[in-house]
């Protein structure tokens, strides 16, 4: 059976998240519901990562196994057809060696998180940004972030339902740049890892913000960390301005 390797862009408004459940509507669902309009069903694909409800995709990637094979460009245009009217879009598609996994040959996720400061309600960007009412100290953010970067014990900043056997992780990138976007100024967290534990973006994210605003200091954050104490995270922020931004593999499957 021919794999293809496909790449995702999703809004995640409408979505209980990635993972296919039970009449509930699901991106994975929703992929494979358009897979069964163009051959025979059941379809079950694969994701790099499980994003949850509310989070958005730029650059998921997940594969699926066919019957036949198709030229990539049309079989991502007939996706598209039957994906319509639903927030989600293939943006590339390719044929992939059997053994390609989207999950088990990654190397790297990438994360963006988009944090908007103003007091007037978002129109524009509604559902797109956590929206906070107040102006953010990015330097104190940045010297809080650096604590976070490395491998440790993220055990603070896991959920209790993490299902990962073990809260070491090595963080590579924790990146906080400053945009001044068309619905106002706005905090853009750039993460980067092998893999992440269940809701660590959004407990660091949380976390940092509370620092921006004076209410913990940078060395509070590296004493939460050293504490592997959940109760000494920061809320975790809401997961609208979150996006699957990219996946790394070895070799890029969509260059070219």
Known sequence: MPRY???IEYHGAPFVGWQRQTDLASVQGAVEAALARLEPGPHTIAAAGRTDAGVHALGQVAHCDLSREWE???LSEALNYHLKPLPV???????VADDWHARFSATERRYVFRLLMRRAPATHDAGLVWQVPRQLDPELMRQAATHLVGRH???????KICQAASPVKTLDELRITEVESWSGPEMRFHLRARSFLHNQVRSFVGTLERVGAGAMSPDQVRGALEARD???CGPVCPPQ???LASVGYPEDPFAG
């Not at 014990?153 to 959920?159: A, K, P």
């Open 72 to 74: 990539p460009f049309r």
């Open 153 to 159: 014990d993220f055990t603070t900043f896991r959920s």
């Open 5 to 7: 390797a496909l790449q």
């Open 230 to 232: 959940r109760a000494q």
């Open 241 to 243: 301005g979150l996006y």
């Open 89 to 95: 879009a293939v943006r590339a598609c390719t044929r």
